[in-house]
């Protein structure tokens, strides 16, 4: 193998798909039952896999015009694989008591947010202008255990995103470096859960969310193999 084909793309994938492969049986007892530890390590996996990678292939770029108290994307219609959407249930458990001790219940309010937009697709969903349910005074109550659809969207001009928000036709540039990092790194994912035996397809984040929240034995269902987020089904490349 060439040293260009080392690093190509197809490389890149490959070793993504087999570190996470290595995971995936590290997590299955003989007898073939997965651990739910499973759910953390490969979401953190991902998390990690991206930063590490997006920080390297966007060296030289400008700086990111992202920002705390900036939240034009936060419109769109994301697409995420079953470990991000069980971590981010995870974490809202964990933190349910903290929130609601300022009055916010978020199982509520990801319930009533998918009510009103039910049905919509990308572009209605934006032009909506109704912001992701965990937006609060411009920040992101779940950033750590954000998406990688969201850690993948880096946009470079604050005031075009905002332009675009509004509904007017501008270009907004965005990073292209960590978008293809985003989408090696959540398609190797899926391929490997799909190795492992387990859904690997990509479901709206916010209706697979409410799923994960009410549904006591969506987790286990899940690590049985079972699909289930498949009637949430988006193409991974949706955002």
């Not at 964990?94 to 572009?123: C, E, M, P, W």
């Not at 965990?134 to 850690?151: E, Q």
């Not at 292209?176 to 479901?203: I, Y």
């Not at 697979?208 to 034995?217: K, N």
Request: charged fraction near 25%; glycine fraction near 8%; aromatic fraction near 8%.
């Amino acid at each position: 193998m060439t040293e260009a084909e080392e690093n190509s793309p197809e490389a890149f994938f490959a070793a993504l798909r087999e570190n996470f492969g290595e995971s995936i049986r590290a997590g299955r007892s003989a007898e073939g039952v997965c651990d739910p530890r499973l759910i953390e390590v490969l979401a953190a996996q991902a998390a990690e896999l991206f930063d590490r990678n997006a920080e390297i292939q966007s060296e030289g770029q400008p700086e990111p015009a992202c920002c705390r108290g900036c939240a034009a994307c936060c419109a769109l219609q994301v697409a995420a694989t079953a470990p991000e959407i069980f971590l981010a249930a995870r974490f809202l458990r964990i933190t349910a008591s903290a929130f609601a001790a300022y009055g916010v219940d978020f199982t509520a309010r990801v319930a009533a947010f998918n009510a009103k937009t039910r049905g919509l697709d990308q572009q209605a969903r934006f032009a909506s202008k109704m912001l992701c349910p965990f937006i609060i005074n411009g920040a992101c109550a779940i950033y750590a255990a954000r998406t990688l659809a969201c850690r993948g969207h880096v946009a470079f001009d604050r005031a075009a995103c905002e332009a675009a928000a509004r509904g007017e036709d501008v270009e907004t540039p965005v990073s292209a470096a960590h978008k293809t990092v985003r989408v090696l790194v959540q398609g190797a994912l899926q391929e490997a859960l799909r190795e492992g035996g387990l859904d690997g397809g990509a479901a709206e984040f916010l209706t697979g969310l409410e799923r994960a929240l009410t549904d006591p034995d969506a987790e286990t269902r899940w690590l049985r193999g079972e699909q289930v987020f498949e009637d949430l089904r988006l193409d991974a490349g949706a955002n």
